[in-house]
């Protein structure tokens, strides 16, 4: 093989190994991850700090959409190669309705919407129908003041609330001693399934802080 030949085989394979190194391919994927977060915990956490616009006295902000994320049986793609167009701003800001911010939802498509094989548009119906399907226990909302209280009795709250779940369908996650997401998994089709082995990651923590609603 000739020093050019070898050249262009070389620059070839890197050629490929950075296409590949640049996302995944979409529309691969098994099911669901549906991420709500408890919104006054994630402002107490991080977004006071960033002064996020989301966490303003009389939002009233409680189960927030984080994402709708495409899961494998054992792991995610994310940041994929998508012939889609990049969501409008106008399209994001309608977002921020149920997810907290319009950056948060571009945020989202960029890493998981991009995976999903949807256009960013239908992918945002489908996270806001997700959102939807799930009820939000309403015990959280009247709360008065922070408290502690067992990862435990989130999930039995929301498995109260939606009969449809089962317990191996959602877990519940927690960050710095706060309770921070229930996540809900879903088939394709957005009905409930079970979650595979590297989602349920149940928070085991028996005093996890909860805030009230601001």
Known sequence: MTVLRRSLLVLALLSASAAGAAGERAGEFDYYVLALSWSPNWCA?????????QCEVGLGHGWTLHGLWPQLA????SYCQTASAPPSRAMTARMAD???SAGLAWHQWKKHGSCT??????YFALSREASERVTRPTVFRSLDRAVRLPA????????KANPDLVADGLTVTCRDGYIQEVRVCLS???EPQVCGPDVIRDCTATDALFTPIR
Do not use: K, N, Q, T
Request: charged share 35%.
């Open 45 to 53: 956490r991080d977004g006071d700090a960033r002064d996020s616009d």
């Open 74 to 77: 054992r792991g995610y793609p």
């Open 98 to 100: 149920i997810m907290g």
């Open 117 to 122: 094989g949807l256009s960013a548009a239908d």
């Open 152 to 159: 435990a009795v989130v999930e039995e709250a929301f498995l």
């Open 188 to 190: 394709r089709e957005l």
